[in-house]
């Protein structure tokens, strides 16, 4: 069974940071793009926030989290993480991370949720003060 799972959120003030971790059981991280998403609380839809593409390849980001946000694995540690700052109350969502299997390095998955091949249950970010 492949499972992903998500750990790191919490309520943060307006300005703070918080790293979100990702890892993954019956399977290794190293050979998948791995994706952000987050839905937001009475949103349908799941917005795509970052990528980072399979080995230690190319990043992407969304234009709402770019400068702010930087996605980064651990090979060693079969982990990625999403390292969030100055936070805004807009970020508050639920954060899920995804594996693509397949794509080449250019393909930033965070574009296309229907394509991704695993997803995990998400960890709940909340910015208030």
């Known amino acids: 069974q492949y499972d992903l799972v998500e750990s790191g959120g919490g309520l943060v003030q307006p300005g703070g940071s918080l790293r979100l971790s990702c890892t993954s059981s019956?399977?290794?991280?190293?050979?998948?793009?791995i994706g952000w998403f987050r839905q937001a609380p009475g949103k349908e839809e799941r917005e795509g926030v970052s990528?980072?593409?399979?080995?230690?390849?190319?990043?992407y980001y969304a234009d709402a989290v770019k400068g702010r946000f930087t996605i980064s694995r651990d090979i060693d540690k079969n982990m990625v993480y999403l390292q969030m700052n100055n936070l805004k109350p807009e970020d508050t969502a639920v954060y899920y991370c995804?594996?693509?299997?397949?794509?080449?390095?250019?393909?930033?998955?965070?574009?296309?949720?229907?394509?991704?091949?695993?997803w995990g249950k998400g960890t709940l970010v909340t910015v208030s003060s």
């Open positions: 995804a594996a693509l299997y397949g794509r080449p390095s250019d393909y930033a998955c965070h574009r296309s949720s229907d394509a991704m091949d695993y």
């Open positions: 019956g399977f290794t991280l190293t050979y998948y793009a």
């Open positions: 990528c980072i593409s399979s080995s230690d390849g190319p990043t």
